[in-house]
Nanobody, 116 residues
Framework: QVQLVESGGGSVQPGGSLRLSCAASGTGFYIYGMGWYRQTPGKQRELVAA???????NYAESVNGRFTISRDGARNTVHLQMLSLKPEDTAVYYC??????????WGQGTQVTVSS
């Protein structure tokens, strides 16, 4: 069983920045990839950024150039540095972990609010 613990959400003014972190723990898991998704009420969860075990990065067009995903392999942790935040970035952000067998794990979610 894998547990994902997220931290770093909060409220910020437009143009501000936040850094999200997600730590994976458990036994017998192998990280194929990790990423961040976000969801607002009434909408589907959408990919924000992802990083594969080999280091391949993938960003949503709406955050490209403003958000940076990185990982600390030794600690099974992934970070999302968010700069130049906009009101439309407001959402619950979820950490995601994929295993090679297709199993997907999710964190509990952390709220990010961008408002003046």
């Amino acid at each position: 069983q894998v547990q994902l613990v997220e931290s770093g959400g909060g409220s910020v003014q437009p143009g501000g920045s936040l850094r999200l972190s997600c730590a994976a723990s458990g036994t017998g898991f192998y990280i194929y990839g990790m990423g961040w998704y976000r969801q607002t009420p009434g909408k589907q969860r959408e990919l924000v950024a992802a990083i594969s075990r080999g280091g391949t990065l993938n960003y949503a067009e709406s955050v490209n150039g403003r958000f940076t995903i990185s990982r600390d392999g030794a600690r099974n942790t992934v970070h999302l540095q968010m700069l130049s935040l906009k009101p439309e970035d407001t959402a619950v952000y979820y950490c995601n972990l994929n295993q090679p067998d297709g199993t997907v794990y999710w964190g509990q979610g952390t709220q990010v609010t961008v408002s003046s």
